[in-house]
């Protein structure tokens, strides 16, 4: 198996990730299973910055090929907030229940009746000579009035997906990763990955 990092130590992001490119059988091992320490800061302005940040650090901390994503909540009611902010949005520590109340008090101090939002993800593949791809993917939805369902993370408990009358939390981990923003982008980079595969240029075992 082809060892790759993976540039995160959120258990929910390792959990879905690990999910989405299972098919392909990597090894794919977190900074903190590599024993790699260092935290990677997001200072992008943008998700793609920041997964390229991220897959790149990794890769060069691991000296091996990476994987990384940003993502993030945008609500069309709150001019595109919390946006690439979305992890910092109501504090440095602040739990996702936090930044979920913080978000419905928001709108609730607005008034406004646009509750549309899109949940946008940018993956990143890097490699330890610096060369990077990236693919993206993206999911409408709206702003549910109330906290419901107890899958998911972050703010899954009150991304409404319209088509299914549930929230992201509400639905299963399969349901979940066949529409999520993330599991569109790195079925995408599933491609990439295995075209990668396919001619040898992912040469470290596991």
Not at 50 to 62: I, R, W
Not at 118 to 127: D, E, G, K, Y
């Amino acid at each position: 198996m082809k060892l790759v990092v993976l540039g995160t130590n959120n258990p929910g992001k390792v959990r879905e990730i690990r999910t989405i490119l299972a098919g392909l059988g990597l090894c794919l091992k977190t900074p903190a299973e590599l024993g790699i320490r260092a935290t990677v800061r997001e200072t992008g302005r943008t998700f793609e910055e920041n997964a390229v940040l991220k897959a790149l650090s990794y890769a060069v901390l691991a000296g091996r090929p990476a994987i990384a994503d940003d993502s993030g909540l945008e609500v069309l009611g709150l001019g595109g907030a919390p946006g690439v902010h979305a992890a910092r949005y109501a504090g440095e520590d602040a739990t996702d229940r936090d930044r979920i109340e913080k978000l419905l008090q928001e709108l609730a101090d607005r008034g406004t009746g646009d509750r549309r939002a899109v949940f946008r993800c940018v993956a990143a593949l890097a490699t330890p000579d610096g060369r990077v791809w990236t693919r993206t993917g993206e999911l409408w939805g709206e702003i549910a009035p109330e906290p419901r369902g107890e899958g998911g993370f972050g703010y899954d408990p009150v991304f409404l997906v319209p088509e299914l009358g549930r929230t992201l939390a509400e639905l299963s981990a399969e349901e979940k990763n066949a529409l999520s923003h993330r599991g569109r982008a790195f079925r995408a980079l599933a491609g990439l990955l295995a075209q990668l595969l396919g001619r040898g240029e992912l040469e470290n075992d596991c």
